[in-house]
């Protein structure tokens, strides 16, 4: 090798040059190789695979689809892999993915007429194979996807055929069908919607309105579209499967959310039970042209309870974002779905216009040739002498040319040489069978239908307007809503959650949770709730359910907690640690910090708890307080009333009991709730009850009180006013049950169609038991009920043999007296009835103004966390029954059960009771 060095190229000045400054004009760094690769497959996805075209509505393989279909489209059925095959000119992606495509189309039953095993999209089977089924065009695809006229053609892949760049469609496909597809950076869901929901929005749009629409899926369900958002990306749909109650032991699924499937929706109940959310006996799906799947539940199970944990814990409720991205310019835009209609609904407009135009002109030119033949034929010009020795077809030209002349008025457009050759081709037997008469009147004809395109063209919006009522009229049959939509509440997973998982507590040790087996029992719960406890020392925390967790020692009551649980009163008595005076309080929990420690006493070390009960329906209990004997007392004993005492926050002091020490306290007697009733609403929207005002008022419930429903198939059913209860759609009437209360029935017999009249009590059935209030004839039917005290109802009969209609006023009151529920009643008309209005108003709760509580009784307050918890300055002494102002002789001696010789020494028992154990 030699040693010498190779000589640099030099430039076009003799300079000498390097390699990186050779190549500085042409290279590219890798990295932009990749960035150009990137982009360059990235619009392609987006472009030519994965999102739709706003103005057909297609992803290029449907497009290619539809075109290939309308291409091989002789009115008969197709084999599929015919189509498939036929699609591979267009579309240079193999024929799994066209094959799944055009199955999709088919199961949207729009576009294709399907014919053999095409899948179903509820229960998730799958198609045939492509050879086993047929499809061809539908006669609404044919109506409105294509016209060639219209069309904007582009060559395929490979040059050799040509393919529509976008079909004109004339309706808006793309939201009546739906879209999904992921492409690169970006993805698009677009919710299908109802087909007459679009026409009727379109109409709108036409006439200057702005749509709103919602979405309408083809399985059905129920839809809670309050944040749909228009369809764009942040938006969510909330969808139900439909769920009956057959009675208190089944439920049946008759109808699924959007994009589950039967399968799917069994396989995540059955998961719900294996892991304790739920508790069923069994499952059963009978699907088969309809949705039907039969769910058995577990002897003692709720089954409204069980509704709203199956929309908690399973596939019954889904939840769908919405994302709203269409192919617009060659570009991704990112549209609400009422923007889509608006250019769907122009789009069609113009389309239309389009298609008059080309009519026009075929119009045209059919009478221009017509005129140009008739003219021809009637003046004799194919036997002019000039014409007949004519040599050529220049010469032709030119002796037609001048005979045309004269008439050149009566034409709407200058004469080509084209229009000479195609005269001149006429053979001549069907110049000689030419019948001017016939011409005349197709003449006539063809002018009478340009007057309607002009006509069209000059009003195109009320021409669109009949376009889309036409559409409507013919294929709108079937395709009424489907999705029922309404409001849904929020089903909270902790609040239907089985009670799956029992709970221990150590007292002493202080340790709470689901692992300690060897310990004593609190109850049953559920793994996602939260636990109560309160100590001895006068703190509470709220606590996670765990297998095993460490709350404090010497614990006096554990619990399931409630959140805003305004009803469980806590009734306490304490020793304050640094004066050694004890207090009463009654107070509720309504929210905290989790795991954080609340004191309930005033803080100071050393307090004690020396009584504590817990009241699911704020009771209030007496109690006796015996005192340790002092010198200076002369009464040791006396009766604490809790019911005297006023519910507070829980951060209160309470009142002052006694300053000296406390020998024992005993319960004396149980007491009764000191809350009012609870008030209970019916919200319409949601069919569920509730206590923050939403809807119709029903009343205060308190103990055994019932609900009354009144169904319109003449049924009732008593229930609970528990807020857990679901209530059918086809309830009529729902109040508050009034066992003395009379009602008032106008009701027609199956069998003879005559109207009667009743007057009854509802008879107290237990609940969740259903009756019939009307006889059992096929056909039988309520008309109407009310609680009015006078009700009087407008009848109309029709009288004599004429059947004249006649309107009269009839009082209930006066054609028949209270029986019992189940008599048929008496005749409300000795003639014919067709109509019958209640004229009399309605007996309604009414709601009160008054407190809720007791004018003594304060309602509990949920402190902010961050405000310290010291003593109320308004808390006074009890004022009746001390020691101190009351003689020894006036007060009964209560029984001695223990003595306290030590604080630390009291306990509690099961009962929730404090003492020496």
């Known amino acids: 090798?030699?040693?010498?060095?190779?000589?640099?190229?030099?430039?076009?000045?003799?300079?000498?040059?390097?390699?990186?400054?050779?190549?500085?004009?042409?290279?590219?760094?890798?990295?932009?190789?990749?960035?150009?690769?990137?982009?360059?497959?990235?619009?392609?996805?987006?472009?030519?695979?994965?999102?739709?075209?706003?103005?057909?509505?297609?992803?290029?393989?449907?497009?290619?689809?539809?075109?290939?279909?309308?291409?091989?489209?002789?009115?008969?059925?197709n084999k599929a892999a015919n189509v498939i095959g036929n699609t591979m000119k267009y579309h240079p992606h193999g024929d799994a993915s066209i094959g799944d495509a055009m199955v999709q189309i088919g199961q949207k039953d729009l576009l294709i007429d399907c014919q053999g095993n095409w899948g179903d999209p509820i229960t998730g089977d799958s198609a045939a194979a492509p050879r086993y089924i047929e499809g061809r065009l539908s006669k609404f695809a044919n109506d409105v996807v294509f016209n060639p006229d219209t069309t904007e053609w582009q060559l395929s892949y490979d040059g050799r055929n040509r393919e529509p760049v976008t079909l004109p469609v004339k309706f808006p496909l793309l939201l009546a069908q739906g879209a999904e597809g992921i492409a690169v950076g970006l993805a698009t869901k677009i919710m299908p919607h109802n087909f007459i929901e679009l026409i009727d929005a379109s109409i709108d749009v036409l006439r200057g309105g702005r749509p709103n629409l919602l979405p309408d899926f083809p399985t059905g369900g129920l839809a809670d579209c309050s944040a749909y958002n228009e369809g764009q990306r942040g938006g969510k749909i909330r969808v139900r499967a439909k769920i009956e109650e057959r009675d208190k032991k089944t439920l049946a699924i008759t109808e699924i959310p959007y994009g589950t499937t039967t399968g799917a929706l069994i396989d995540s109940i059955v998961a719900a039970n294996d892991k304790g959310k739920i508790k069923i006996k069994k499952i059963e799906d009978n699907t088969a042209q309809h949705v039907e799947i039969i769910v058995h539940l577990a002897p003692g199970i709720s089954p409204d309870m069980t509704i709203d944990a199956l929309y908690a814990f399973t596939s019954c409720e889904v939840s769908i974002s919405p994302n709203t991205c269409v192919i617009k310019d060659d570009k991704p835009h990112f549209l609400s779905v009422n923007d889509i209609l608006i250019a769907n609904t122009k789009q069609t407009k113009g389309l239309l216009k389009q298609e008059l135009e080309i009519r026009l002109r075929e119009l045209q030119e059919k009478i221009f040739f017509s005129s140009l033949l008739k003219i021809f034929i009637q003046e004799g010009m194919y036997k002019h002498p000039e014409y007949e020795h004519s040599g050529d077809f220049d010469t032709v030209v030119q002796v037609l040319t001048k005979l045309f002349t004269p008439f050149f008025d009566q034409l709407y457009r200058e004469i080509l040489p084209e229009d000479y050759r195609k005269l001149i081709d006429k053979p001549m037997s069907s110049i000689t069978r030419f019948d001017v008469k016939k011409a005349d009147e197709q003449l006539a004809a063809l002018e009478e239908e340009i007057k309607k395109v002009r006509h069209n063209l000059r009003h195109l919006t009320d021409y669109a307007i009949a376009w889309f009522e036409r559409l409507k009229k013919q294929y709108g049959k079937g395709r009424e809503r489907r999705t029922e939509l309404r409001a849904f509440d929020r089903v909270e997973a902790a609040q239907v959650a089985l009670a799956n998982v029992k709970l221990y507590v150590n007292r002493i040790d202080g340790f709470v949770g689901t692992g300690l087996r060897k310990d004593e029992y609190v109850g049953d719960c559920s793994d996602l709730d939260d636990v109560i406890v309160f100590r001895n020392d006068g703190k509470f925390l709220v606590t996670k359910v765990q297998d095993k967790v460490f709350v404090g020692k010497d614990v006096i009551h554990v619990a399931v907690f409630k959140k805003g649980d305004d009803r469980t009163v806590y009734n306490m008595v304490y020793r304050d640690g640094k004066t050694g005076t004890s207090y009463v309080k009654r107070f509720s929990v309504l929210g905290v910090t989790r795991d954080r420690e609340y004191d309930l006493t005033k803080g100071e070390k050393g307090s004690r708890v020396l009584y504590f009960t817990a009241n699911p329906n704020g009771e209030a209990e007496v109690v006796g307080v015996q005192l340790k004997p002092q010198s200076k007392l002369r009464k040791l004993q006396f009766d604490i009333d809790f019911a005297d005492i006023a519910i507070k926050g829980r951060s209160s002091q309470g009142n002052i009991v006694t300053k000296y020490p406390i020998k024992k306290i005993t319960l004396k007697s149980k007491g009764i709730s000191t809350l009012a009733g609870r008030k209970v609403w019916f919200d319409d929207v949601l069919k569920r009850l509730n206590a923050d005002g939403r809807g119709q008022y029903l009343g205060e419930f308190d103990g055994d009180d019932?609900?009354?429903?009144?169904?319109?198939?003449?049924?009732?059913?008593?229930?609970?006013?528990?807020?857990?209860?679901?209530?059918?759609?086809?309830?009529?009437?729902?109040?508050?049950?009034?066992?003395?209360?009379?009602?008032?029935?106008?009701?027609?017999?199956?069998?003879?169609?005559?109207?009667?009249?009743?007057?009854?009590?509802?008879?107290?059935?237990?609940?969740?038991?259903?009756?019939?209030?009307?006889?059992?004839?096929?056909?039988?039917?309520?008309?109407?009920?009310?609680?009015?005290?006078?009700?009087?109802?407008?009848?109309?009969?029709?009288?004599?043999?004429?059947?004249?209609?006649e309107t009269v006023e009839q009082s209930l009151l006066d054609i028949i007296d209270v029986k019992g529920m189940k008599a048929q009643g008496n005749r409300l008309s000795s003639h014919d009835v067709t109509r019958v209005t209640l004229l009399t108003a309605e007996e309604q709760a009414t709601e009160t103004t008054a407190e809720t509580t007791p004018p003594d009784v304060t309602p509990p307050v949920d402190e902010p966390e961050e405000t310290p918890e010291t003593p109320a300055a308004d808390e006074k002494p009890v004022e009746r029954k001390t020691p101190e102002n009351e003689p020894e002789a006036s007060k009964p001696k209560p029984k001695v059960d223990f003595e306290i010789t030590n604080p630390d020494d009291i306990r509690v028992d099961d009962n929730g009771q404090m003492g020496l154990f």
Do not use: C
């Open 1 to 77: 090798m030699s040693d010498e060095m190779t000589p640099l190229p030099r430039d076009g000045e003799g300079n000498e040059t390097t390699d990186q400054q050779q190549g500085s004009s042409h290279t590219i760094p890798l990295s932009g190789l990749y960035e150009n690769w990137f982009l360059d497959y990235a619009s392609y996805v987006i472009l030519d695979r994965a999102v739709p075209h706003i103005n057909d509505g297609f992803k290029p393989v449907q497009r290619r689809i539809l075109h290939s279909l309308k291409e091989m489209d002789d009115g008969r059925f």
């Open 706 to 805: 019932k609900i009354l429903t009144v169904m319109a198939d003449g049924t009732y059913e008593l229930t609970s006013f528990d807020l857990s209860n679901h209530f059918d759609d086809k309830l009529l009437r729902i109040e508050q049950y009034n066992p003395q209360r009379v009602y008032s029935v106008v009701h027609r017999d199956g069998k003879s169609g005559i109207y009667y009249v009743k007057r009854f009590v509802f008879d107290d059935l237990p609940i969740g038991k259903r009756t019939s209030i009307i006889n059992d004839e096929p056909g039988s039917k309520l008309i109407l009920i009310t609680n009015a005290t006078t009700p009087v109802v407008e009848v109309t009969i029709l009288k004599g043999k004429s059947r004249t209609p």
